[in-house]
């Protein structure tokens, strides 16, 4: 099941979650967010190009959906309901987007009618996921896929303001929130013969089954525990069988 979480049920179910990360500390997240609109007045070619780019797109945009699975350290989802899909105020007639973004996102499923009607407020929510168990927490692994936007609209719901000016410190206050983060991508990217693909040709290669929509952020986000298991599982484990995560702690890809 994918639980849908709107602005009537936000608090009750962020007090599941809290009782569900006790057991459950690993996290895997995806967001969906309007698009990318502009390009910062940096050269392309400089070396904090990315970064500036992802800052003015987060900066200027809206979160449109967050997916949260919890796991266990053997990769057993939490029983019951292994995932929450949250649904932010989003106005096509008010906040700025990408029209391409858009439109994938309503043939994957999206009712932006619901988000503008019944969206979660980001204020509140970045204040129950302050108080969650969720973040500040180093016990609490998250796994996400090539995440560094996804880490920006967290941030942003968060500190409920613009991202640093730079880099360094964007990584600064990411350790702070998220003292422990996975990120496949870069698991593959250390791995010998790179693998070059998103998140759901790796997960066909490692045999890991789809639940729901693609480009929806519930289904995406339990896509991306099973493929870190099957992962870690496969390229990542010591002589005795457990996994070695010390390899890859910490590393955001690109």
């Known amino acids: ?59 200027l945009l809206k979160i449109i959906q967050l997916g949260l699975s919890f796991a266990d350290a053997n990769g057993n989802f939490a029983p019951g309901c292994p995932c929450w899909q949250f649904n932010f105020q989003f106005s096509l007639e008010d906040d700025m987007f990408a029209q391409d973004s858009i439109d994938l996102l309503v043939k994957s499923g999206i009712s932006f009618e619901d988000h503008a009607t019944r969206g979660i407020n980001p204020r509140l929510f970045g204040e129950l996921l302050m108080v969650s168990g969720l973040v500040l927490d180093d016990r609490v692994k998250w796994v996400s896929f090539h995440s560094g936007y996804d880490y920006g609209y967290l941030l942003k719901l968060l500190t409920t303001q613009d991202l640093p000016a730079d880099e360094k410190t964007f990584f600064e206050l990411l350790k702070i929130y998220f003292p422990t983060i996975y990120d496949i991508k870069y698991m593959t990217s250390i791995l010998d013969g790179n693998f070059f693909g998103g998140l759901q040709r790796l997960a066909d290669d490692l045999s890991c089954q789809r639940l729901g929509a693609e480009h929806q952020a519930g289904s995406d986000c339990m896509l991306t525990m099973a493929t870190y298991f099957a992962l870690a599982k496969a390229k990542f484990t010591k002589s005795d069988g457990r996994i070695d995560e010390s390899k890859y702690t910490n590393e955001l890809f690109g």
């Open 1 to 59: 099941e994918i639980r849908n979480v709107w602005a009537e049920n936000v608090e009750e179910e962020m007090a599941i979650i809290r009782e569900v990360i006790e057991k459950y500390p690993y996290v895997a997240m995806d967001t969906e967010f309007p698009g990318v609109v502009a390009k910062p007045i940096t050269e392309t070619f400089s070396p904090d190009y990315h970064y500036k780019s992802l800052k003015v797109n987060v900066d």
